[in-house]
Structure formats: C-alpha cells, structure tokens
C-alpha cells in the first residue's frame, strides 16, 4: 500500500487567484495521478503526472489552467490557476503501486471552494 | 458517453441485511474491476476487485459479481454494518490501466 499526504486539506480562496496543492507519497512510484470531484459528481482524471517530463492532460484539461509538477517519485503538485467558482471541488493526488490487483491508492483530498 | 455506471444514485439497508450494489459497463475490453469506498471528506479506499476472468471474488462480508455477457458487477456485503455508510464507486481498467468510474452509489445502512 501506499500512505499519501496532501497539503492543504481546504483552502478557500477568490476569484482570479490561483492555488497550488501538494501531494506526498510515503514511497516511490511510478504511477502518479490528480483527480477533481465536483460536488454530487463522479471522479474526473485531470492529468498523469510524469516524473521527469511533462504531465498527460485528459481531454478537458490544459496545462495552463492546472500545471502539474512531478520532481521525483514521491511528490507532485497540482496548481489551479486563475480560479473561478466552477472550480470549487476536492481535488485528489493517487499513486498506482504496481501490485497485481492493479489497485490505486487516494489521498485524503483538498476542497476548494472559490468565491 | 458513460462506459462505467451506476444507475442507483442512493440505497437504504436495514443493518444486519444484505447491501447489494450494482455496475454496469459498456466497453467490452475493460478486464479490470475495483470497488471503492469513499467517507465524506476523505479520500477513496480500495475495497475489493475482480479479473475478467473470473466471475466471483470474497473477501470477508464483500464479494463481487461479474456477468461478463451482461457487463454488470455487483457488490454484495453481508451482513450490513452501521460503519459501511459510506459512497461506493465502481471503477474498471483496460490494457492502458486508467481508470474510469461511475458516479456513485450512496449506502445508508440503517439500525
């Protein structure tokens, strides 16, 4: 398993600011991922986050709107840039560990709220 | 398009019965399964999943059904405990290991 710290645990924050959260990973791994859930909604994957390279967007995503830093193999960060309240939501770090039942492992979230 | 679904938004047990939550899906290449539980302000925890390959899996009180014909898992927990209140996702994987999820299914196990 893998025990996962993110900072902040909530923040709320105005308009037109941006946010940057970190995420803390007990171990290496290979496998690093940011998720946002909306209120009454499903998780939505934002964006791998490579070691060493650029992070992979899912569609609906840019990088200039959450621009993702993974310096090594156990921290990344995730930004939300010029907020507005649509993306009030908790956000979640995740860390696949490669053990066979392709299990993935959260962090205990960050809720955003934006005014 | 949703490939991963969950189409009961809430469900009532009385504790002590059986809970049973279901999935449907709709890729036939996804051969992975996995259930979550998620308590308010936390994050996910991995509950239990299953290989395409097979059609059961028990772990304790849970167990998940798959019917791969009728791409539909469920999840079965008994006997229903006041601590497994909680939301339960379903989630499925293919070849290139993302996950997709459905949107959730809140259990109220009642006393």
């Known amino acids: 398993s893998a025990v996962i710290s993110q900072k902040p645990s909530r923040d709320i924050c105005q308009r037109g600011t941006s946010l940057t959260i970190q995420c803390q990973v007990d171990?290496?791994?290979?496998?690093m991922f940011w998720y946002r859930q909306q209120p009454g909604q499903s998780l939505t994957l934002i964006a791998t986050?490579?070691?060493?390279?650029?992070?992979?967007?899912e569609s609906g995503f840019v990088i200039d709107k959450f621009p993702i830093s993974r310096p090594n193999l156990t921290f990344s960060t995730l930004t939300v840039s010029n907020m507005s309240p649509e993306d009030s939501s908790i956000y979640l770090c995740?860390?696949?560990?490669?053990?066979?039942?392709?299990?993935?492992?959260f962090g205990p979230g960050t809720r955003l709220t934006v005014l | 398009d949703q490939q991963v679904k969950q189409n009961s938004p809430s469900l009532s047990v009385q504790e002590g019965r059986i809970s049973i939550l279901n999935c449907d899906y709709t890729?036939?290449?996804?051969?992975?399964f996995l259930w979550y539980k998620k308590y308010p302000a936390e994050g996910p925890t991995f509950l239990i999943s299953?290989?395409?390959i097979k059609d059961k899996n028990e772990d304790g009180r849970f167990t998940v059904f798959l019917n791969k014909s009728a791409k539909h898992l469920s999840l079965h927990i008994v006997p229903s405990q006041p601590g497994d209140s909680a939301v339960y996702f379903c989630a499925a994987s293919g070849s290139n290991y993302q996950l997709i999820w459905g949107a959730g299914t809140k259990l109220i196990i009642k006393p």
């Open positions: 299953i290989s395409s």
């Open positions: 171990s290496q791994v290979t496998m």
């Open positions: 986050a490579n070691q060493g390279s650029e992070a992979t967007y």
């Open positions: 995740s860390v696949r560990t490669g053990g066979p039942n392709n299990e993935q492992f």
């Open positions: 890729n036939s290449m996804f051969d992975y």
